[in-house]
């Protein structure tokens, strides 16, 4: 961006901004956290003592005035990773998470965004917070408007022993329980160990297929978060993430038979046909070929056998998991928009459980449920129109101008053109392997600069991600694939930019 700033500048440019406009003394922020203790109210989850006053302070700030009113904060002290709990606590106690995705995108985002600044330079690596603070204010509008649900305190009377935590929290799961569930889950993030609650969430947000994979994306960016903040904060969002992962609808799931419930049963029994010693096999172009030509016509069972049968033929997981992500990254080209988009996010999602559980089952699962919920996302956008395009056999467009000019015209088409700017980006890759990393810094900046939605972040942090899960003889396709969903230079500036930077400059 062109009017990016360091960390100092952006509090000295606060501070500036505040005492030009005659803003009254910032010493009344002294006493902020005994006034927020105050309004604790017993229908609201209490929160960490450290975080309430902050997350209080975004609940209850206008919109208008949370920019300048959380700069305040980090002026005085506040940490990035401390504002990153607070607005994922927020979420968290505030947004419904039910759907899995619409108004809760304010939580879905929050890791995605984290990530986003993780990669940012120095002069840029607020932005993504801040974002995601005004994103937050969006949801609780909507969250208002749709019966204004908040966590309320857990039911501590009803909570398990620690010995029964865990067989309580898996039958409540098990059998949909939703207050069987919650109470047990309460209990576990109290006396378990992260890896133990890790591993019971990763096959239950894998479990169905419904929110289109945002119950795997939830389960994948909030332990993620979890991880970078402190687990001490676990019990609301565990809590927030069981009720998410038991929404259906109609009747009870444990009870019919459903596709978006069945394939997952008869996948983990697939599981028990993997052979031994499966993570070890061969790296091969031609069978990520085979199972990519057999995700665009098969159902979700013959996908999932298919991935058995490569694995029983030594064929390495990263052969497979080519495969998938080509897939996805092919289905968003055939037809970009939401449900092409959550092909690559879910992709994602499973394959950070394939990578992080310690359970050999857990891990051939993630992988059979991807390669099923690619052919059910199919089926899904097949009642529109898919463009009649092959990831593997899309083709190079010329190219003329070389380094960062080249960046520019590519970001340029992806504005008008996305099919040339992803041909023009194969291009650049193949013969200069190392713009590999010019082209995703420029991506990046373009989302904080013009991304306007939560898919905007949601998408690119995956996408760039998983670019460095695909081995490099598939890296450039998939990468030109994102060209399909990232933001092009001649979109224009976000408002909230305008209004971030009006606020770091306003009479400085």
């Given at each position: 961006m062109s009017h990016s700033v360091t960390r100092r500048d952006f509090l000295t440019h606060t501070a500036q901004a505040g005492a030009a406009a005659g803003l009254i003394d910032l010493a009344f922020l002294d006493q902020f956290p005994a006034h927020a203790a105050d309004k604790e109210t017993p229908r609201l989850?209490?929160?960490?003592?450290?975080?309430e006053p902050l997350v209080r302070l975004i609940e209850d700030t206008p919109r208008n005035k949370l920019i300048e009113s959380v700069a305040r904060q980090?002026?005085?002290?506040?940490?990035?990773?401390?504002?990153?709990?607070?607005?994922?606590?927020?979420?968290?106690?505030?947004?419904?998470?039910?759907p899995v995705g619409f108004k809760f995108h304010a939580v879905l985002v929050i890791h995605s965004a984290h990530l986003a600044s993780l990669a940012a330079t120095d002069n840029d690596r607020w932005l993504?917070?801040?974002?995601?603070?005004?994103?937050?204010?969006?949801?609780?509008?909507?969250?208002?408007?749709?019966?204004?649900?908040?966590?309320?305190p857990v039911h501590e009377a009803k909570l398990p022993s620690a010995t029964q935590a865990r067989k309580r929290f898996v039958d409540a799961m098990d059998s949909w329980d939703e207050e069987g569930a919650d109470v047990a889950v309460a209990a576990l993030a109290r006396t378990a160990g992260a890896s133990e609650i890790c591993e019971l969430f990763w096959r239950y947000g894998a479990r169905d297929f419904r929110d289109i994979g945002h119950k795997a994306?939830?389960?994948?960016?909030?332990?993620?978060?979890?991880?970078?903040?402190?687990?001490?904060?676990?019990?609301?969002?565990?809590?927030?993430?069981?009720?998410?992962?038991?929404?259906?609808?109609?009747?009870?799931?444990?009870?019919?038979?459903?596709?978006k419930d069945v394939i997952g049963r008869e996948n983990l029994k697939r599981t028990r046909q993997i052979r031994q010693g499966w993570t070890q096999g061969k790296v091969s172009a031609p069978a990520t070929t085979e199972l990519l030509a057999v995700l665009r016509k098969a159902t979700p069972d013959e996908a999932s056998e298919e991935v058995v049968t490569l694995l029983n033929k030594e064929i390495a997981p990263a052969s497979i998991w080519d495969a998938l992500f080509l897939g996805a990254g092919e289905l968003l080209m055939r037809q970009p928009g939401i449900v092409g988009l959550h092909c690559v996010t879910s992709a994602n999602?499973?394959?950070?459980?394939?990578?992080?559980?310690?359970?050999?089952?857990?891990?051939?699962?993630?992988?059979?449920?991807?390669?099923?919920?690619?052919?059910?996302f199919r089926k899904r956008m097949e009642s529109g129109k898919l463009a009649e395009l092959a990831i593997d056999r899309i083709e190079q467009a010329e190219l003329k101008p070389e380094g960062t000019a080249a960046l520019g015209e590519i970001f340029r088409d992806v504005s008008s053109?996305?099919?040339?700017?992803?041909?023009?980006?194969?291009?650049?890759l193949e013969r200069k392997p190392s713009a590999l990393d010019p082209l995703m810094k420029e991506a990046r900046r373009l989302i904080f600069a013009k991304g306007n939605?939560?898919?905007?972040y949601k998408f690119s942090s995956a996408a760039l991600e998983d670019a460095y899960h695909v081995t490099p003889t598939w890296r450039n396709r998939y990468l030109a694939s994102s060209l399909f969903h990232l933001r092009g230079s001649g979109m224009k500036d976000t408002?909230?930019?305008?209004?971030?930077?009006?606020a770091l400059e306003a009479q400085g």
């Open positions: 989850v209490p929160l960490s003592a450290d975080l980090v002026r005085a002290g506040t940490s990035y990773q401390q504002l990153l709990g607070a607005v994922l606590l927020a979420g968290v106690r505030g947004i419904q998470p039910r993504p917070l801040f974002w995601a603070l005004d994103n937050f204010k969006n949801s609780q509008a909507a969250n208002k408007t749709q019966g204004d649900w908040h966590m309320a994306i939830y389960v994948a960016n909030a332990t993620r978060t979890l991880n970078t903040i402190g687990w001490r904060h676990a019990e609301p969002v565990l809590r927030s993430m069981a009720y998410a992962l038991l929404e259906h609808e109609g009747d009870n799931p444990a009870k019919r038979e459903d596709e999602a499973l394959r950070y459980a394939f990578d992080t559980s310690g359970d050999e089952q857990t891990r051939q699962l993630m992988m059979l449920q991807a390669a099923a919920f690619l052919t059910m053109d996305r099919l040339t700017a992803a041909r023009k980006t194969l291009t650049l939605d939560s898919h905007d408002d909230l930019l305008r209004r971030t930077r009006a």
